[in-house]
């Protein structure tokens, strides 16, 4: 009979240390998708404008970040976006912000904010555009963005 108690115990054994393992190592899978993949990302904005940049060091900085976008929500919208270019953003946590401002002549300009979130090798977030014509009111508009690692 004790015989018997000892091979059943031993038999369980291995299944047990087998799911400790799996357990112990859930955190760490988990951790690994999420983490940031440096590479040159590329997408699109709202109804298709593009956006590129590269992620580096470890998934820390946002460099080259060019986004085009043209705020429909003024008079006299033209046919091609304007790109914008960004300085070098950091990453904290997964997420990074920046601004950048392009004037157009003396009487037109347009602030672009952008807010995102990388995670494995998708990013995603917001633009925000706020255009400013001097005979007319500022208007500001938000549209979406997804880019992936190429």
Known sequence: MLARILTMRSAR????FAALLVLAGAPVLAMA???????????????????????????TIVKSLV????????????????????????VK???????????FGKTVSDALRISGSLSGAKATGKVTDTSNIKSLPSCTQSEPFTAKVK
């Open 93 to 103: 946590d997964g997420k990074f912000s920046g601004a950048s401002t392009d004037h």
């Open 67 to 90: 986004v085009g976008f043209e705020a429909t929500c003024s008079p006299g919208a033209g046919n091609t976006a304007p790109l914008f270019h960004f300085k070098t953003l950091e």
């Open 33 to 59: 998708a999420g983490s940031v993949r440096d590479g040159h990302y590329a997408g699109f904005v709202g109804p298709g404008y593009p956006i590129s940049f590269q992620v580096t060091s470890n998934g």
């Open 13 to 16: 054994l291995p299944a047990l």
